[in-house]
Structure formats: structure tokens, C-alpha cells
């Protein structure tokens, strides 16, 4: 029976070395996850694929732009008044009410009654008969 007990006792050994060794395995695998899908991982996945795709579209513009300069200057002049419309809409009012207070401010001149008689702006020539 010793040498049946000297078996188990090695069996057992093996077995609690392997029961070690999984669960490191299991910790680590824990703690990969952990780091995976941590917030801050994936605030940091985010962050990276946003800036790619920003770096892509700048590219496309960029080229779009060198292909197409006119419409790419269309664009922006559509795009600039849009933005600034109520600053145009309100120096336009601006200028419509100077202009208006301009007209009133003007003297209006008095209307005449009477018409004079023209008189001949030349001088008429006698003939000689």
C-alpha cells in the first residue's frame, strides 16, 4: 500500500500544480478582458479610429478641392453666408433704414404753379430778302 499512496501523493501533486497553473491562466485571461473592455480602452480605441477617419476625410478633401477648385470655392462662399446670415440680414435692414432716413431727411422742393413762358435759347437769325 505504500507504493499506492506514494502514486496518490504524486497525483495529488500534479493535480494541485495544474489546478495553480489554471488559475493563473484564468487571472490573466481575467485581467486581458479587464484591460480590453475597460472604459479607458475603449475611449482609447475611439479616439484612435475617430482621428483615422478624420485624417482619411481631410485626404478626400484635399483632392476633391485640387480637382474641383471652383466648385470647392462655390461650396465654401455657400457655406460662409449660410453661417453668417443673420449678420447679413441685420446690416442689410441697416442699410435699408439709412437709406430711408436719408430720403426724409431730405427738403422736398416746392412744386410751381405757374409755367414761364421758355425763352429762345438762340437767338433768331433775319433774313435778308
Known sequence: MTGDSSEVAAAR??????????LMTARALQEELEDMFSPQTWARDIWEGAKE??????????DAVRSRPAIASGVVAALALFFAREPLIDMAGKLAKGV????????????????????PRHKAT???A
Do not use: C, F, N
Open 126 to 128: 433775319e433774313t435778308i
Open 53 to 62: 477617419k478624420g485624417a482619411d476625410l481631410a485626404e478626400e478633401a484635399v
Open 100 to 119: 430711408q432716413s436719408k430720403r426724409k431727411a431730405r427738403p422736398v422742393k416746392a412744386k410751381k404753379t405757374q409755367a414761364r413762358p421758355r425763352k
Open 13 to 22: 501533486i500534479k493535480a494541485e500544480r495544474a489546478r495553480a497553473q489554471m
